[in-house]
């Protein structure tokens, strides 16, 4: 299966995430991302100039080797210029001195705790992109280098970017003290009173 398929095949699985980086790239500055668990989540490179991703799964080095996979990216980009792609097949937990520190965005969805372990690459007021699926949201709340700086929520089928009423997020439903020695033991989201489907973090 080529590389075309084998996208379009598990973007149906987990859903198309265009609008979601589409959404980012008309209101964010972003030309370079950062990756780390990425799978074959290549969306995207089809709205930033340079993205990095990171993955020990197996079946990711295989696809990312294809040589058609650039003429993929390019057909459907939507940005002036060629992109850059680069895909390191290795733990994202472990230190990467040959990444750049200054990326634009840091992606983490579905992939443990990105937050903690890849934050040193992203520039100061860099963005972190993150859900809770695995507990990271609630990771970079506690970590006292990210401020939460907008959320990303589902309307009638329409992703909204706001930056209204902020406090309202990451209060917990019950009473409990929330550490981070919790959320790697638990890797879960906290039930929180108001959620969101995706967070954005400042670097600060």
Request: cysteine-free.
């Given at each position: 299966m080529n590389p075309a398929e084998?996208?379009?095949?598990?973007?149906?699985?987990?859903?198309?995430?265009?609008?979601?980086?589409?959404?980012?790239?008309?209101?964010f500055d972003i030309e370079s991302a950062l990756y780390p668990g990425s799978y074959i989540?290549?969306?995207p490179s089809f709205f930033f100039h340079k993205t990095v991703y990171i993955d020990n799964f197996k079946k990711t080095e295989k696809f990312?080797?294809?040589?058609?996979?650039?003429?993929?990216?390019?057909?459907?980009?939507?940005?002036?210029?060629e992109p850059i792609l680069k895909f390191y097949f290795r733990d994202y937990t472990k230190n990467f001195e040959e990444l750049d520190k200054d990326f634009d965005l840091l992606i983490s969805l579905y992939a443990g705790f990105v937050s903690k372990y890849c934050k040193k690459y992203l520039k100061k007021e860099g963005l972190l992109l993150v859900n809770n699926s695995h507990g990271d949201a609630s990771m970079a709340d506690l970590d006292k280098e990210f401020s939460l700086y907008a959320v990303i929520y589902r309307s009638n089928r329409k992703l909204y970017l706001s930056q209204k009423n902020l406090e309202k997020y990451f209060v917990p439903k019950k009473e409990m003290e929330i550490s981070i020695e919790y959320l790697e033991k638990k890797m879960k989201g906290i039930g929180y009173k108001k959620t969101a489907s995706f967070y954005l973090f400042k670097k600060v």
């Open positions: 084998l996208y379009k095949e598990y973007m149906q699985k987990v859903g198309d995430r265009s609008e979601l980086f589409e959404l980012l790239g008309k209101n989540d290549i969306t990312f080797a294809q040589r058609n996979l650039m003429n993929l990216i390019l057909r459907d980009k939507k940005y002036d210029g």
